[in-house]
Every structure is written in structure tokens, then in C-alpha cells.
């Protein structure tokens, strides 16, 4: 199906582990974007990638770590989570061609114990 | 740099009112604008955007908003509500042409009384 999809939609997990949310989009649009939603917050850049091998801190980037081997793909890793990263991780695409409307996932419910 | 304000993190009208979500902005150069509206559990999905050009934009499911260029202002309305419209509604602006990323409002929960 076209679009863009995110996994896992719910995760639970425990203080110090790693965790890796995926994000697939399947427009080959140049960027993608992982955003953190908190209630009182509204949605906040973590992370942000302009093209394959190509990324970039937002505004709240400590923590996490990104990779985009792909266009396609754009995963985002807690490498040793803390409860401070219990929030709703959206991922995002866009293009220039779309005067940069962005097109948002799911949302993936991350919960740190 | 760019910033969003949204004023009022929850406004409650009842169904068939005047819906009016405001939004203000700063930025440096001329900014691109959007509505951004969450259901319940899903993804945000664009309501409207402003670009360039006419200062009134129409949008999805009867909504509109109007750039102020003297007021820094892009207020989301809609003239009659629906029980449906109820959902978190998000301001964002960005650098115009020359930026891909957008900043967000901190959002506006929009409640429908019956």
C-alpha cells in the first residue's frame, strides 16, 4: 500500500534498552522527519534526513540516533532508553515538488518502564 | 527564527457555532503557513496550507484561514461546527521556499458540544 507506515504502532520497554522504531515510506520523497509529541509540548523535531545518507539534529536530538541507508526508510534508535523518551514518535515525509506539506505515519506509542 | 503561538489550548463551541482557532506567528522572511488537524489516535493530516498569492485559503471539510501579513496572524475558521470536527489542531509555520522544516504550534484541542 502506498503511503507511510511505522512500527511498531505500541512498544513497551524497559530503562537502558535499546529500541529501534521503524518508519517506510513509499513516495521516494527526498525527506523524512521523526518528531516526539508531548502533551503541552506539540510535536518537537528529533531528527531530520534531506536524502539517503544525509541527516540532521532537530531540536531535541539527545538520545537518539538515525540512519538512512535508503530513501525509503528512515529508522530511529534509542540507543539505552530512559522514561524521559515514554512519548508518541511520529514520522513525516516530504518534497519539494509539494511545497514541503508533510505526510505523517501512524504515530508509534513508546513506553519506557 | 521562526515561532507559532497558538492561543487557547482548548476551545469548546457548540455544533453548528462559529469555530475560531488562532494562530500567530513570527518570522524572519515570508513564511509558509499550515493547519494541521490529529484525530484521536492517528497521524496529523494537512487541513490547509498558504504559500503565496490569494490571502484567503480554503481547506478540507468547510475550513478556511486567512494570512495577515499587519498581524502576524493565521486564524483557522470554520462557520458552522460538526460533532466530527473535534480533534487537536496544529499551527505551523516554515522559511518559506527555502526550508524544508516545519515548526509547530503546541496545539489547540478543539471540543463540540451537542
Known amino acids: 500500500d502506498a503511503g507511510i507506515t511505522q512500527s511498531p504502532r505500541y512498544k513497551i520497554t524497559e530503562t537502558g534498552r535499546q529500541v529501534t522504531l521503524m518508519c517506510h515510506q513509499t513516495?521516494?520523497?527526498?525527506?523524512m522527519f521523526w518528531y516526539r509529541q508531548d502533551l503541552g509540548h506539540g510535536l518537537r523535531l528529533i531528527y531530520y534526513?534531506?536524502?539517503?545518507?544525509?541527516?540532521d539534529k532537530g531540536e531535541v536530538p539527545d538520545g537518539y540516533v538515525v540512519s538512512r541507508s535508503k530513501t525509503e526508510n528512515f529508522p530511529l534508535t534509542l540507543e539505552s532508553a530512559t522514561r524521559s523518551q515514554t512519548s508518541v514518535y511520529f514520522c513525516?515525509?516530504?518534497?519539494?515538488?509539494?511545497?514541503?506539506?508533510?505526510?505523517f505515519g501512524p504515530g508509534t506509542r513508546l513506553t519506557v518502564t | 527564527a521562526q515561532s507559532v503561538t497558538q492561543l487557547g489550548s482548548h476551545v469548546s463551541v457548540s455544533e453548528g457555532a462559529l469555530v475560531l482557532l488562532r494562530c500567530n506567528y513570527s518570522?524572519?522572511?515570508?513564511?509558509?503557513l499550515f493547519w494541521y488537524v490529529q484525530y484521536p489516535n492517528q497521524g496529523l493530516q494537512l487541513l490547509l496550507k498558504?504559500?503565496?498569492?490569494?490571502?484567503l485559503v480554503k481547506g478540507i471539510n468547510g475550513f478556511e484561514a486567512e494570512f495577515k501579513k499587519s498581524e502576524t496572524s493565521f486564524h483557522l475558521t470554520k462557520p458552522s461546527a460538526h460533532m466530527s470536527d473535534a480533534a487537536e489542531y496544529f499551527c505551523?509555520?516554515?522559511?518559506?521556499?527555502?526550508?524544508?522544516?516545519?515548526?509547530f504550534g503546541s496545539g489547540t484541542r478543539l471540543s463540540i458540544r451537542p
Open positions: 505551523a509555520v516554515s522559511k518559506g521556499s527555502s526550508a524544508s522544516k516545519i515548526i
Open positions: 498558504y504559500t503565496t498569492g490569494a490571502t
Open positions: 513516495w521516494s520523497h527526498s525527506y
Open positions: 518570522s524572519s522572511v515570508p513564511p509558509y
Open positions: 534526513s534531506a536524502a539517503a545518507d544525509i541527516t
Open positions: 513525516a515525509s516530504s518534497d519539494t515538488d509539494r511545497g514541503y506539506e508533510q505526510y
